[in-house]
């Protein structure tokens, strides 16, 4: 192993080994204790950042003969991972010893997926990408029925399961075939290789594996049932780590790699992104579970950012700047509301409809004013983080041409007005017993990022520039 390579491999190591070493660690933490094990794991990530400073600031550094690459668009999707990872442990700390599942398990659990996400947005062979998905979704199932003996967890695990060892099925036949169409599985051989109809129908399975990870219509049916019926701290997390590594990989697969393996391609990824806004907001429309209903909100913003991926073929590393700002300031959001739901929460399944929400103001307005602010900017509302996000990703996408798209992302986002706005309606207008524990602890990062996502819509330029600097490199 060279120094390139193992710099490269610092944050993975970091994470991967952590976990290890906190496994051995949690059999000597008393059961009733086990929140020591979560500040352990904050350790653990912030090694991870540490680490991840080692990496060049300009330019990429490529490892194991271009299995993986240090790059910026590694690093920014890797500080998304690290913050959705601290934030999950934060809310988990509490949550966990309420719902009787605390245990250290969960922990490793999250370093390991986390690792493989990391693996994910610097994979650049076909290859490196399935063991990193791998990576990233075995923990995740075993997550999503951590609360066991709770039915609806273990059968939220077993749809998880079931559904993504089938999409991985997809991704490896897609990978097979398009090595049998270059003979190459490195992005960079790919790319080089003659076009072939062979390639084309390689490309649509790996299309149809990722786009289950991401939650792309029609590969969503998963996602209602597996959010609502997992411990609600493991689909927060879920919600933004595990979409933000599908979209990793989904971006430099498809931009890097398949760029004109077809002329139709591009459509295809507009009409997926068209499906995606419509059904996920439709659906949340009529939803009363609150859980069920961000799930569908967590599909509809999937098709939003799906929106970049044709507009990369005209105008390439702009698209992808927007579509890793949209991740953040979505990060960021989806976190955040999703703090507030578990401070709702009271036991498994009970303070999750939307009738808990009712009176929320005057019982805990800072909560409900903190909750207000993310449904506002998961809506596209200004002056939040969400507006500044869908409008550099509707402007792409008009500039290369897709102003049909836009038009279905305009109205589409006039739609999730309503059943947001219809939460805010609830804590501020309605009478009810809406009550929320007090945790100082999550009650501080709710603040926070309340703040952030308010900040990030008044002053998006630093981080917007950070988005698209860190892709400088990306296309070769």
Same mark, same amino acid.
Request: net charge neutral.
């Given at each position: 192993?060279?120094?390139?390579?193992?710099?490269?491999?610092?944050?993975?190591?970091?994470?991967?080994? &952590?976990?290890?070493?906190?496994?051995?660690?949690?059999?000597?933490?008393?059961?009733?204790?086990?929140?020591?094990?979560?500040?352990?794991?904050?350790?653990?990530?912030?090694?991870?950042?540490?680490?991840?400073?080692? &990496?060049?600031?300009?330019?990429?550094?490529?490892?194991?003969?271009?299995?993986?690459?240090?790059?910026?668009?590694?690093?920014? #999707?890797?500080?998304?991972?690290? *913050?959705?990872?601290?934030?999950?442990?934060?809310?988990?700390?509490? @949550?966990?010893?309420?719902?009787?599942?605390?245990?250290?398990?969960?922990?490793?659990?999250?370093?390991?997926?986390?690792?493989?996400?990391?693996?994910? $947005?610097?994979?650049?062979?076909?290859?490196?990408?399935?063991?990193?998905?791998?990576?990233?979704?075995?923990?995740?199932?075993?997550?999503?029925?951590?609360?066991?003996?709770?039915?609806? $967890?273990?059968?939220?695990?077993?749809?998880?399961?079931?559904?993504?060892?089938?999409?991985?099925?997809?991704?490896?036949?897609?990978?097979?075939?398009? @090595?049998?169409?270059?003979?190459?599985?490195? #992005?960079?051989?790919?790319?080089?290789?003659?076009?072939?109809?062979?390639?084309?129908?390689? %490309?649509?399975?790996?299309?149809?594996?990722?786009? *289950?990870?991401?939650?792309?219509?029609?590969?969503?049916?998963?996602?209602?049932?597996? @959010?609502?019926? %997992?411990? $609600?701290?493991?689909?927060?997390?879920?919600?933004?780590?595990?979409?933000?590594?599908?979209?990793?990989?989904?971006?430099?697969?498809?931009?890097?790699?398949?760029?004109?393996?077809?002329?139709?391609?591009?459509?295809? /990824?507009?009409?997926?992104?068209?499906?995606?806004?419509?059904?996920?907001? =439709?659906?949340?429309?009529?939803?009363?579970?609150? +859980?069920?209903?961000?799930? @569908?909100?967590?599909?509809?913003?999937?098709?939003?950012?799906?929106?970049?991926?044709?507009? %990369?073929?005209?105008?390439?590393? !702009?698209?992808?700047?927007?579509?890793? *700002?949209?991740?953040?300031?979505?990060?960021?959001?989806?976190?955040? %509301? &999703?703090?507030?739901?578990?401070?709702?929460?009271? +036991?498994?399944?009970?303070?999750?409809? /939307?009738?808990?929400?009712?009176?929320?103001?005057?019982?805990?307005?800072?909560?409900?004013?903190?909750?207000?602010? *993310?449904?506002? $900017?998961?809506?596209?509302?200004?002056?939040?983080?969400? =507006?500044?996000?869908?409008?550099?990703?509707?402007?792409?996408?008009?500039?290369?041409?897709?102003?049909?798209?836009?038009?279905?992302?305009?109205?589409?986002?006039?739609?999730?007005?309503?059943?947001?706005?219809?939460?805010?309606?609830?804590?501020?207008?309605?009478?009810?017993?809406?009550?929320?524990?007090?945790?100082?602890?999550?009650?501080?990062?709710?603040?926070?990022? !309340?703040?952030?996502? =308010?900040?990030?819509?008044?002053?998006?330029?630093?981080?917007?520039?950070?988005?698209?600097?860190?892709?400088?490199?990306?296309?070769?």
């Amino acid at each position: 192993m060279t120094q390139a390579d193992l710099i490269v491999l610092l944050p993975l190591l970091g994470l991967a080994g &952590w976990a290890l070493v906190l496994m051995l660690i949690d059999l000597a933490i008393p059961a009733d204790r086990k929140h020591i094990t979560g500040w352990l794991t904050l350790v653990g990530l912030a090694g991870a950042g540490v680490a991840l400073t080692q &990496w060049p600031s300009a330019g990429r550094l490529e490892a194991f003969g271009g299995l993986l690459v240090a790059d910026g668009f590694a690093a920014f #999707l890797t500080i998304i991972f690290l *913050f959705s990872g601290a934030v999950a442990v934060v809310l988990a700390i509490n @949550y966990l010893p309420r719902m009787n599942i605390a245990r250290g398990e969960f922990y490793v659990l999250l370093l390991l997926t986390l690792s493989g996400m990391v693996l994910m $947005s610097q994979a650049t062979d076909l290859i490196t990408v399935f063991l990193a998905l791998e990576l990233l979704s075995i923990p995740l199932y075993v997550l999503a029925g951590l609360a066991r003996p709770n039915l609806s $967890s273990e059968e939220s695990a077993m749809k998880y399961f079931l559904l993504g060892a089938f999409a991985s099925g997809f991704f490896v036949y897609g990978v097979a075939l398009t @090595y049998g169409a270059t003979g190459a599985t490195g #992005l960079a051989g790919v790319l080089a290789a003659e076009r072939s109809l062979l390639l084309a129908i390689g %490309a649509a399975l790996i299309l149809v594996g990722l786009s *289950f990870k991401v939650a792309a219509v029609p590969f969503h049916m998963w996602t209602p049932d597996v @959010y609502e019926g %997992a411990p $609600s701290v493991v689909t927060a997390f879920m919600s933004v780590g595990a979409k933000a590594g599908g979209f990793a990989a989904l971006l430099r697969v498809f931009i890097t790699a398949f760029p004109d393996v077809a002329p139709q391609w591009a459509y295809v /990824l507009a009409l997926l992104a068209a499906l995606t806004m419509i059904v996920g907001n =439709f659906a949340a429309v009529v939803q009363s579970n609150v +859980k069920r209903l961000l799930a @569908y909100s967590s599909i509809a913003h999937a098709g939003y950012i799906l929106m970049a991926l044709p507009a %990369a073929t005209h105008m390439g590393e !702009a698209a992808v700047g927007s579509a890793l *700002f949209y991740l953040l300031a979505y990060a960021l959001t989806t976190l955040g %509301a &999703w703090a507030v739901v578990l401070t709702i929460e009271r +036991k498994a399944g009970e303070g999750v409809a /939307l009738t808990d929400y009712a009176g929320l103001f005057s019982r805990r307005p800072g909560l409900a004013l903190a909750m207000a602010v *993310f449904m506002f $900017s998961l809506t596209g509302l200004p002056p939040t983080s969400g =507006f500044i996000a869908k409008l550099n990703v509707f402007q792409v996408a008009v500039q290369a041409g897709y102003v049909w798209l836009v038009v279905i992302g305009v109205v589409t986002s006039l739609v999730s007005a309503y059943y947001y706005l219809r939460v805010v309606v609830l804590m501020f207008m309605r009478e009810g017993a809406g009550e929320a524990l007090n945790q100082p602890l999550v009650n501080v990062a709710v603040g926070l990022m !309340a703040v952030a996502t =308010f900040a990030l819509g008044l002053f998006p330029s630093p981080l917007l520039q950070l988005a698209q600097q860190s892709v400088l490199n990306f296309i070769r």
